[in-house]
């Protein structure tokens, strides 16, 4: 990233910067609360795939837009050509045999493609609302019993009248309506991070460390760092596991709007404002319109302003929302 101050320069500046950053990041716990998310946000969905989830998360009232875009992005990272190990296909993943009984016409050209987004972002949608009928006279949570029918099968939820007691349904159920959050644009301010302080206390002792693509800071590699390996770091002091790259990083928490920045969410730029699966770079806020970012090869760990045209946007980080995040690689690049 260009435009930042070299370590060393403006002392006077970063000694505010820093006391500045520690006396809003140790006033984080308790202040302020999280709104209830409607509709998605931005760039979370693929443009080219945003229509569809918007118009089909809305089939039924047991789904919405960010729930049916959690469930895709969780099966493929929206990637329609995804094939899992037991042959679950597409971006919506559906094995043969469930999409031969549950896949749909989507887009009305005449044929059922689990290949084409088209067709199984809507046979997604109608597979849930289906579900959701199946268990209806559950008591409880309609889009919990549909998540955990999903999993577990409706016979299972109708068994245990509600989320049966099954440790991976559970995690499901949770997984999902956490992920959820990480797709839906907030109504109100962001709850803020409670681990904010310990990573920027982490970024902050990377100062002047020279970058490195692909660099974790082990010791072999000098305790050198890139972008995504930085914050990665920093979140681990503080006991969250974030994915290794800065687009599925993305998704670990809510997203505040620019004027709502706290000490310690991470920063996202791209050279695609529509798409956050193009994210190519991240920083850690530290207030005052800079972060704590690896910018690049033959640069060093340093500020940087963060108002630049690339700006994509930013994510308040939850343990939940990081635990939340599938498992996967081959997900982006570091950078």
């Given at each position: 990233?260009?435009?930042?101050?070299?370590?060393?320069?403006?002392?006077?500046?970063?000694?505010?910067?820093?006391?500045?950053?520690?006396?809003?990041?140790?006033?984080?716990?308790?202040?302020?609360?999280?709104?209830?998310?409607?509709?998605?946000?931005?760039?979370?969905?693929?443009?080219?795939?945003?229509?569809?989830?918007?118009?089909?998360?809305?089939?039924?009232?047991?789904?919405s837009?960010?729930?049916?875009?959690?469930?895709?992005?969780?099966?493929?990272?929206?990637?329609?050509?995804?094939?899992?190990?037991?042959?679950?296909?597409?971006?919506?993943?559906?094995?043969?045999?469930?999409?031969?009984?549950?896949?749909?016409?989507?887009?009305?050209?005449?044929?059922?493609?689990?290949?084409?987004?088209?067709?199984?972002?809507?046979?997604?949608?109608?597979?849930?609302?289906?579900?959701?009928q199946?268990?209806?006279?559950?008591?409880g949570?309609?889009?919990?019993?549909?998540?955990?029918?999903?999993?577990?099968?409706?016979?299972?939820?109708?068994?245990?009248?509600?989320?049966?007691?099954?440790?991976?349904?559970?995690?499901?159920?949770?997984?999902?309506?956490?992920?959820?959050?990480?797709?839906?644009?907030p109504?109100?301010?962001?709850?803020?991070?409670?681990?904010?302080?310990?990573?920027?206390?982490?970024?902050?002792?990377?100062?002047?460390?020279?970058?490195?693509?692909?660099?974790?800071?082990?010791?072999?590699?000098?305790?050198?760092?890139?972008?995504?390996?930085?914050?990665?770091?920093?979140?681990?002091?503080?006991?969250i596991?974030?994915?290794?790259?800065?687009?599925?990083?993305?998704?670990?928490?809510?997203?505040?709007s620019?004027?709502?920045?706290?000490?310690?969410?991470?920063?996202?730029?791209?050279?695609?404002?529509?798409?956050?699966?193009?994210?190519?770079?991240?920083?850690?806020?530290?207030?005052?319109?800079?972060?704590?970012?690896?910018?690049?090869?033959?640069?060093?760990?340093?500020?940087?302003?963060?108002?630049?045209?690339?700006?994509?946007?930013?994510?308040?980080?939850?343990?939940?929302?990081?635990?939340?995040?599938?498992?996967?690689?081959?997900?982006?690049?570091?950078?």
């Open positions: 990233m260009a435009g930042g101050i070299g370590i060393g320069l403006c002392l006077t500046f970063v000694a505010l910067l820093v006391v500045g950053t520690y006396s809003a990041a140790a006033g984080l716990v308790g202040s302020g609360a999280g709104g209830r998310a409607v509709g998605l946000t931005k760039g979370a969905v693929p443009a080219k795939y945003q229509a569809l989830v918007e118009k089909w998360g809305n089939l039924c009232p047991a789904i837009p960010p729930l049916l875009a959690a469930q895709l992005y969780s099966e493929s990272g929206w990637n329609p050509s995804a094939v899992s190990p037991a042959d679950a296909r597409g971006i919506a993943q559906f094995i043969p045999g469930t999409w031969a009984g549950h896949g749909i016409d989507g887009d009305g050209d005449g044929d059922r493609d689990i290949w084409d987004p088209n067709d199984a972002i809507p046979s997604a949608a109608s597979y849930d609302c289906e579900l959701a199946d268990v209806r006279s559950v008591p949570d309609a889009t919990s019993n549909m998540l955990a029918a999903y999993n577990a099968g409706a016979y299972a939820v109708i068994k245990y009248g509600g989320v049966p007691p099954y440790k991976e349904t559970q995690g499901y159920v949770k997984a999902i309506t956490t992920l959820a959050k990480s797709f839906a644009r109504v109100g301010r962001v709850a803020p991070s409670q681990q904010a302080a310990g990573a920027i206390y982490f970024a902050q002792k990377q100062l002047g460390t020279p970058y490195l693509w692909g660099g974790n800071g082990t010791p072999d590699q000098g305790g050198r760092f890139d972008c995504s390996g930085l914050t990665k770091a920093a979140y681990e002091t503080v006991g596991e974030l994915p290794r790259v800065a687009n599925d990083q993305y998704n670990a928490g809510p997203h505040p620019r004027d709502e920045l706290l000490p310690g969410d991470l920063v996202f730029f791209s050279d695609d404002l529509t798409n956050s699966r193009e994210i190519r770079h991240v920083g850690l806020y530290v207030g005052g319109g800079y972060m704590i970012n690896a910018p690049f090869t033959g640069a060093v760990i340093r500020f940087d302003k963060i108002d630049t045209p690339d700006y994509f946007g930013a994510t308040r980080v939850t343990k939940d929302g990081a635990e939340s995040l599938p498992v996967r690689s081959g997900t982006g690049r570091p950078s």
